[in-house]
């Protein structure tokens, strides 16, 4: 299995950044923060501001929070051709999304953050074992 953690989550339609988590397998502490006030496991996808990056040269296109707004990571898009696949990282873990206008899909893969940019490759290639693991995830939250 290459993927540890796996979260859905919808857009809410009454907030310009905000997602809600609808579903996730596995656990992964910075994606199941729960807002103080609501209780909704939530993320907030925005744009990354003009702020100045330790890594200038690799800078996010945008930017992913969860609740209390803990910075989670960017999201960097790699193959403009895979334009609803992005990657990111946080600590040494590699993270994968899968973006639409109304979902978000979010994997972790601990301890791979080396092999983000492989494992953005297989993913925007449809590797069978990867979209196998992603199916799976999909199946258990009634999704496809």
Do not use: C, W
């Amino acid at each position: 299995m290459i993927f540890d953690f796996y979260a859905h989550y919808v857009k809410d339609m009454t907030k310009k950044h905000k997602f809600i988590q609808t579903f996730h397998a596995g656990e992964y502490e910075p994606f199941q923060r729960a807002a103080k006030r609501t209780g909704e496991v939530v993320l907030y996808l925005s744009p990354t501001g003009e702020e100045t990056h330790a890594h200038a040269a690799r800078k996010p296109a945008l930017r992913i929070s969860s609740a209390g707004g803990l910075h989670i990571s960017g999201l960097f898009f790699p193959d403009l051709d895979h334009a609803s696949i992005a990657m990111g990282d946080y600590e040494n873990d590699a993270l994968l999304f899968l973006l639409s206008d109304r979902e978000i899909e979010v994997l972790v893969s601990r301890n791979r953050k080396p092999f983000s940019n492989q494992l953005f490759s297989q993913l925007a290639d449809g590797d069978p074992d990867l979209m196998d693991e992603v199916e799976g995830f999909r199946k258990q939250k009634g999704i496809n």
